[in-house]
């Protein structure tokens, strides 16, 4: 019963951890969509550094503003999406993947729940933004902004013109070599996947075989199975 209530306060501790990711990084994510919205118009730009800019720029479609598919279809997908990691973070959590790990998958589900809030709900509360000069955006009632429920557009910001491709390349001289402009929920999208690959990759190909939940190899009556062998590192 003891080691019961052991490993059930283990579990309960380490839940919170995905909790102050994911809320963390809606915060920061949503403060910062809300303070380019509400002050710049479509196109403005602060120049931070030659290869570093603020660009506001609205998209309908994917990480780094891709549109490869229709605008409800994709807002109906992140919610299926988020719903599967959600669940995916609660089995990892209670059968005691490692916390570096469940930080990563928290990121990834905490970007794409910051896209998702503005697919969602900008177009309720936020009057259209534009490129002319009185086209900062203001809250609006809920329901007489821009665009209805799931329609609203996604807010970007973050551009890094590092460097134009010289003009004798085929194909891409005069371009800017990375053009995407993005946001902070992109980001943890994006460092999260990259992290699961060259850090994770042998854990997701376990799935949920890591490891059992002690809890419940307990309530059956018979011994917790563990997952494969793992070295300190995947800790």
Request: glycine share 10%; net charge negative.
């Given at each position: 019963?003891?080691?019961?209530?052991?490993?059930?306060?283990?579990?309960?501790?380490?839940?919170?951890?995905?909790?102050?990711?994911?809320?963390?990084?809606?915060?920061?994510?949503?403060?910062?969509?809300?303070?380019?919205?509400?002050?710049?118009?479509?196109?403005?730009?602060?120049?931070?550094?030659?290869?570093?800019?603020i660009?506001?720029?609205?998209?309908?479609?994917?990480?780094?503003?891709?549109?490869?598919?229709?605008?409800l279809?994709?807002?109906?997908?992140?919610?299926?999406?988020?719903a599967?990691?959600?669940?995916?973070?609660?089995?990892?959590?209670?059968?005691?993947?490692?916390?570096?790990?469940?930080?990563?998958?928290s990121?990834?589900i905490?970007?794409?729940?910051?896209?998702?809030?503005?697919?969602?709900?900008?177009?309720?509360?936020?009057?259209?933004?534009?490129?002319?000069?009185?086209g900062?955006?203001?809250?609006?009632?809920?329901?007489?902004?821009?665009?209805?429920?799931?329609?609203?557009?996604?807010?970007?910001?973050?551009?890094?013109?590092?460097?134009?491709?010289?003009?004798?390349?085929?194909?891409?001289?005069?371009?800017?070599?990375?053009?995407?402009?993005?946001?902070?929920?992109?980001?943890?999208?994006?460092?999260?996947?990259?992290?699961?690959?060259?850090?994770?990759?042998?854990?997701?190909?376990?799935?949920?075989?890591?490891?059992?939940?002690?809890?419940?190899?307990?309530?059956?009556?018979?011994?917790?199975?563990?997952?494969?062998?793992?070295?300190?590192?995947?800790?």
């Amino acid at each position: 019963m003891e080691n019961e209530l052991k490993e059930s306060g283990l579990s309960s501790s380490r839940g919170w951890i995905p909790v102050m990711v994911i809320m963390s990084v809606l915060i920061i994510d949503q403060i910062i969509k809300i303070m380019v919205k509400t002050n710049m118009a479509i196109g403005d730009e602060i120049v931070i550094t030659s290869w570093f800019r603020i660009l506001f720029v609205e998209n309908n479609g994917m990480a780094f503003g891709l549109e490869l598919i229709g605008k409800l279809f994709l807002s109906l997908f992140r919610i299926a999406a988020i719903a599967f990691f959600c669940w995916y973070l609660h089995k990892i959590v209670r059968r005691g993947f490692p916390t570096g790990y469940v930080i990563t998958v928290s990121f990834i589900i905490a970007g794409a729940l910051g896209n998702l809030i503005d697919c969602m709900f900008y177009g309720l509360v936020f009057s259209e933004s534009t490129s002319l000069p009185d086209g900062v955006a203001h809250f609006t009632a809920i329901g007489e902004g821009y665009a209805p429920f799931l329609y609203g557009k996604v807010v970007d910001m973050f551009y890094f013109p590092l460097f134009k491709w010289p003009e004798w390349i085929p194909l891409v001289g005069g371009d800017v070599f990375f053009s995407p402009v993005f946001n902070f929920a992109d980001s943890c999208i994006t460092c999260g996947v990259v992290v699961v690959i060259f850090f994770y990759s042998r854990i997701v190909n376990m799935g949920l075989n890591y490891a059992d939940v002690p809890t419940d190899a307990e309530a059956g009556g018979e011994e917790g199975i563990s997952g494969p062998d793992c070295d300190e590192e995947d800790i």
